[in-house]
C-alpha cells in the first residue's frame, strides 16, 4: 500500500468504469474522435454526415458529458460540446497506482518466499 | 493496445514454495499486507482487511476463480476499491492471474491484471487511430503504463 491519498478518502484514484462505460460504443467514440482535436462543435456539426437525429445525437453527448468526457459551453444562443481529456488522464493516474501497489507487493512477496 | 498490467518476478525459490505463499490464506496475507478470514476456495469469496498501517478499517474481499496447483491462481476483485463510502458491487471487477513456470534459479511468476476496460476490440482500436488530439495522446500514455515493465 501506498501512502498516497485523494480527495475522497481512498488510498488511490477510483476506478473510471463510467468512463470506460462512455465509450464503450460506437457512435460516442465517433462524436469524441470529432471533437478530440479541441475545437468545440455545435449538436448541428456534429450532426452532418450522420445517419442518426439530432435527437439521437444530443443523448450520446449527455452521456459523455455526465462522465465529463466532453462539456457543454454556451456561445450565445448555441450549445457547444468540447473535448476535456481529463476523465483520461485520471485513467492514467489509476492504472499507474495499480500498477505500483503491484510492484510493492511483488517485492514484498519476493523477499517473504526467498527468507 | 494492451489493456492489462503484466509483471514478471523471478523467485530465487522452489514452486511448492511460491504456490503456498500465494494461495495459504495466511501466507498471503503476510506478504499481500491483509489479514483474511478463511482459506481460498474456487466459485467462493474471501474476506478481509487490510494490514497496512493507517488502513486497517479498509476491507477486502476477492472472488476465488481458479486454483490449479503450482500453475495458476486467480481472483476477482475491485482493485484497490477502497473507499467505504462507494459501492464497488456495481462496476465490473478485473481478474488477477498468477501464473508460475519453474525455472532453473527458482520460479517464474507472471501476474496479470486485466479488464481494466470493456471496450471491444474494434472500437478500441478504432479509438487508438483517432487524430492527433488530446485523446489519442492519452491513450498512447495509457499503453506505454499497461505496457509489461522488465
Known amino acids: ?115 | 493496445m494492451e489493456n492489462q498490467i503484466e509483471k514478471r518476478v523471478e523467485l530465487k525459490a522452489p514452486i511448492s514454495r511460491v504456490w503456498r505463499a500465494l494461495t495459504d490464506y495466511r501466507e498471503f496475507g503476510e506478504w499481500f499486507l491483509v489479514k483474511l478470514e478463511g482459506p481460498f476456495v474456487p466459485g467462493q469469496v474471501t474476506r478481509g482487511h487490510i494490514t497496512y498501517p493507517g488502513y486497517e478499517h479498509l476491507k477486502w474481499e476477492a472472488v476465488v476463480q481458479k486454483m490449479e496447483p503450482e500453475r495458476l491462481f486467480s481472483f476477482t476483485w475491485h482493485p484497490y476499491s477502497v473507499d467505504p463510502k462507494i459501492d464497488y458491487s456495481k462496476e465490473t471487477p478485473t481478474l488477477v492471474e498468477f501464473r508460475l513456470e519453474e525455472t532453473p534459479g527458482g520460479t517464474l511468476l507472471v501476474l496479470t491484471e486485466s479488464g481494466f476496460e470493456k471496450i471491444p476490440s474494434h472500437r478500441r482500436d478504432e479509438a487508438y487511430r483517432m487524430n492527433e488530439g488530446g485523446w489519442s495522446e492519452q491513450m498512447k500514455n495509457i499503453e506505454r503504463y499497461v505496457t509489461p515493465k522488465r
Open chain 1, 1 to 115: 500500500m501506498s501512502h498516497r491519498s485523494d480527495s475522497r478518502g481512498g488510498l488511490g484514484p477510483r476506478a473510471p468504469a463510467h468512463v470506460f462505460a462512455a465509450l464503450g460504443d460506437e457512435t460516442r467514440l465517433r462524436l469524441v474522435r470529432k471533437l478530440c482535436g479541441g475545437k468545440p462543435r455545435s449538436i448541428s456539426q456534429l450532426t452532418a454526415g450522420s445517419r442518426l437525429t439530432r435527437q439521437a445525437i444530443t443523448k450520446h453527448l449527455r452521456v459523455l458529458e455526465s462522465a465529463r468526457i466532453v462539456r457543454c459551453v454556451r456561445a450565445g444562443r448555441e450549445s457547444l460540446f468540447q473535448f476535456n481529456p481529463q476523465p483520461m488522464e485520471e485513467l492514467k493516474d489509476y492504472l499507474d497506482f495499480v500498477s505500483e501497489q503491484w510492484d510493492q507487493a511483488l517485492a514484498r512477496l519476493k523477499s517473504f518466499v526467498e527468507s
